[in-house]
């Protein structure tokens, strides 16, 4: 089959949170299996271009009509660990994709709906045809209504559309502007059953417009799927995921085993399996020694993550404090783009700059991520919601015993030691129910007391996480199934 992405993120070279681990790791495991892939970006300037190969142009002169003008365009092909990429570089005094972030600037819609005219537009003056376009968060939500309403015309009649949620948190909010920018008739596409939001008349919700115009819609957990059908976790989508529920559901993500595998990883000192888990305790000091902290019988509760409300940083905060105060160390890596968040945290770094027991890396280093995945005893994700999560099932790959709130995909992965009803060598870390301090304090106190007391048990429970397979082996299956699914409509 062949199939394209048309992707904001792709890890490593373009990577924010999961979902560019998901573009690259679904589209990798797609390509072993003989499947031809491609993935076309933004071609931003603050990519990790030491990571792409043989990068070079590939189509010059794209001419892509956009707000009454012709944007004309380079596309630049390379390869990131071998997966065949298309990046789109735009040439106007706009400069959408030179901005030095990825993301958060007020125009990001307009960058993200040039982007999905431009990827539509390579497609079809390159001649490339694929069976399916496989589109990703609000960024895309555009790429299906373009393809069914203009590019169909013109010759594009071959392929259907995947449309992955990867987060309903944030929906590309937008005016009826943004449609006539990219070459569309609002008068026509105003309307409840196409792009106009549920509850604001005059505006255009280019998540929705992904959901409607899409062959199929999934996210990330089967768990996140039904919350955000029936609950308030759909942030105002419940409808229109209800009156599409024919062709949604969710599909657990994976994690790429060549990339999260501590046998292997190039980025810790130390290589260990579930056979060999004493040798995980070695990363452990070197953990210490990157971070300075002290050499004392004692576990590392760490943290990984965006510090997001949506990742419930108050919750957070608390895990440090609690563990400190309960003879743990702490380590946290995460940055924030709100700034009272981020202000926040830098006050707790200062404030605990000094302690032996405690290190908060407030910065985006994949590195530090890999050593302290392998170094760390407990991976803590008490997330206010959480559409699949990558944390816990890396942690896991790595001995790292989870404590999460269950929501979302981290109620789909991690089975609490226990209360959980699976089997006991299935269970794999420790959950709680209510996002609050009595509510994350009654799962963490469980994994310390039994790191401590019962040490054998605790390595059991690592153990048993490692052997739990979150690779990409299902879920490619399942998306190549839905891919077939729906070429056969
Ligand atoms: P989200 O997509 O909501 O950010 P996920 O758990 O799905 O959360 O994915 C997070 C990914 O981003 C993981 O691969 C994690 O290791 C990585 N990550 C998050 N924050 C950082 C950071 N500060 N430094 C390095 N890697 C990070």
Redesign the pocket.
Known sequence: MYVVMITPEC?PVA???????VAQGLSYELSIRGHTVELILPKYDCMRYDKIWGLSPSYQGLMVPFHGEIIPCDVFFGFVDGLKCYFIDPHSHHSFFNRGVFYGHRDDVERYAFFCRAALEFLLRAGKNPDVIHCHDWQTGLVPLLLFELYKFQGMTHPRVCYTI??IGHQGITGEHTLRQVGLDPGYHMRLDRCQDDYSPFTVNLMKTGIVFSNYVTTVSPRYAEEVRTSTLGHGLQPVLNAHADKFSGVL?GIDYNVWNPEIDPHIPFHYSAETIDEKYQNKDALRNRLLLREEFKPIVSV???L?R??GVELVRHAMFYALSHGCQFVL???SPDAKINHDFWRLKHEFNDNPDCHL?L????E??HLI?AGADMIV?PSIY???????M?GMKYGTVPVVRNTGGLADTVFDADYSTKPVEERNGYGFDHYNYEGLESALSRAIHRWFAEPDSFRQLAVNAMRTDYSWNLPASEYLRLYELIREK
């Open positions: 890890a990577k924010v949170g999961g979902l560019g681990d990867h987060n993500n990984v993550g965006r997001d949506q990742k890596l995460g940055n890396e910065a985006y280093n994949e530090l991520a995945y994700i959480e559409p699949c999560g990558l944390t816990q890396i």
